[in-house]
């Protein structure tokens, strides 16, 4: 009776034991897929949307610029004015090498806009000539019209690039808080089967022991007759 008794304890802690690995290896799991997650979450949607937000400032900036080429009047303010478009340009061309390092998608629509951003380097060549010979009506006629009309499209594929960044900064936000529930599942569940298998544990040792006590406490009645 004894022996069997023992035995089932046994193999109760040995259940016990597994559940409890198995709650420790499930929760490490989750926690590093939690981070795997959180890493992606930084790499991608945070770094790109901040890089992305730069090239359409950027792009904002030199559009204005060149509507002050188209009415600068003198050598110095197109001379201060050109470099201060390379400037930002080069901003702009260092901002998309950060975001095609992290970019999830096709890498095809960032080199669509380096292609729409040189075609738009071509037509403020032209305001500048234009500006220079003094011809500032084809220049501001240049920026209005063709300017205008290739930045459009460029923020275009700037917005599509800005709302997949958002859109899989959503997505992992969403996989992380699935993984934090089914962590949160298993430690609950994981540990009230613990606690029930203690309990039955603890139920059998309290049983053998009283039944070695009474057994011990009759023999010495017998003993003693």
Request: aromatic share 8%; hydrophobic share 45%.
């Amino acid at each position: 009776m004894n022996k069997t008794v023992g035995r089932q304890i046994w193999v109760l802690m040995i259940i016990a034991f597994s559940f409890l690995a198995f709650i420790i290896f499930g929760g490490a799991f989750s926690i590093n897929k939690i981070s795997g997650l959180t890493h992606k979450l930084y790499d991608h949607p945070y770094t790109v949307s901040n890089s992305v937000r730069d090239i359409k400032i950027g792009i904002i900036s030199i559009h204005r610029s060149m509507k002050d080429v188209a009415r600068a009047d003198s050598t110095e303010k197109f001379t201060n004015l050109s470099k201060l478009i390379e400037l930002e340009e080069k901003k702009i061309f260092q901002a998309i090498a950060v975001t095609k390092s992290a970019f999830l998608g096709d890498k095809k629509n960032i080199n669509s806009l380096e292609k729409e951003l040189i075609t738009w380097r071509d037509i403020r060549t032209k305001v500048f000539d234009y500006s220079m010979k003094g011809d500032m009506q084809a220049a501001f006629m240049i920026t209005k019209n063709e300017g205008n009309k290739q930045v459009n499209q460029i923020i275009s594929k700037i917005d599509f690039l800005l709302g997949f960044a958002n859109s899989k900064g959503h997505e992992f936000i969403t996989n992380t808080k699935s993984l934090q529930t089914k962590a949160l599942n298993i430690f609950i569940i994981g540990s009230l089967l613990i606690l029930v298998l203690l309990s039955c544990v603890s139920h059998f040792t309290i049983r053998r022991i009283k039944n070695n006590l009474c057994q011990a406490s009759k023999g010495i009645t017998v003993q003693s007759s």
